[in-house]
């Protein structure tokens, strides 16, 4: 059915916990990123997103960002995906990702996007 509410996780062992869907589709939860993050300033981090209807589409598109917490400098991504339910029923997640870090000036406004 696709419902994104409940816990995921990544193949780098990341971990999304969602809330239930409100009646807009809209969701909330939190991101704990796994060891494949490398960095132990990264802690649980805030996350807001929406699904389309399903039961409009049995294989929904989802959005959300991830409102990093960290101790020295600002960090945001938002991840873009689907929701695919496989013929044993079983629902899995592909998603392409942004990461916006701060830069110090509009000179090197390049480097802040990964």
Sequence with gaps: QCLLSGSWRS???????????????????FYLPGPA???????????????????????PTFSF???????????TSVFLGQC????????????LWLLREAADSPAEDWKGTR
């Design 11 to 29: 193949d780098t062992s990341c971990r999304m916990v969602v809330s239930t869907l409100d009646k807009d589709n809209r969701f909330s939860g």
């Design 37 to 59: 993050a490398g960095s132990s300033e990264l802690l649980t981090s805030p996350l807001e997103g929406s699904q389309q209807d399903t039961e409009l589409i049995s294989q």
């Design 65 to 75: 960002t991830v409102n990093w917490k960290l101790q020295e400098t600002a960090r």
């Design 84 to 95: 695919y339910v496989d013929t044993k029923g079983e629902e899995t997640l592909h998603a």
